[in-house]
């Protein structure tokens, strides 16, 4: 998710077996949380985000990953959905 120099990443990592939140401002990159999961390679999975208000929560494989606040987002009129190089835009 993005906004005016400012991007929200959530991803799941099968080298490191976590779902991550990573909050970028102009350029900086930030971890916010991050929670162990098992993120096995060669295999598909479901990661799901989802929004309301300030709020969101991230779950993994149907399994509840992360939940997290951030003002910075609230009013945000885009996002990005990047997978493995192909991105999906929503307004």
Same mark, same amino acid.
């Given at each position: 998710? !993005?906004? +005016?120099? !400012?991007?929200? +990443?959530?991803?799941?990592?099968?080298?490191?077996?976590?779902?991550?939140?990573?909050?970028?401002?102009?350029?900086?990159? $930030?971890?916010?949380? +991050?929670?162990?999961?098992?993120? +096995?390679?060669? !295999?598909?999975? #479901?990661?799901?985000? &989802? /929004?309301?208000? @300030?709020?969101? @929560?991230? $779950? /993994?494989?149907?399994?509840?990953?992360?939940?997290?606040? &951030?003002? #910075? /987002?609230?009013?945000?009129?885009?996002?990005?959905?990047? !997978?493995?190089?192909?991105?999906?835009?929503?307004?």
């Amino acid at each position: 998710m !993005q906004g +005016r120099g !400012q991007l929200l +990443r959530c991803p799941a990592n099968a080298l490191e077996d976590n779902v991550t939140i990573y909050h970028t401002i102009m350029g900086k990159r $930030t971890e916010k949380k +991050r929670v162990e999961m098992n993120v +096995r390679s060669g !295999q598909w999975h #479901t990661l799901r985000v &989802d /929004f309301h208000g @300030s709020h969101f @929560s991230v $779950t /993994f494989d149907g399994k509840k990953a992360l939940e997290w606040e &951030d003002e #910075t /987002f609230k009013d945000a009129a885009k996002w990005e959905c990047d !997978q493995g190089g192909q991105r999906d835009a929503v307004r």
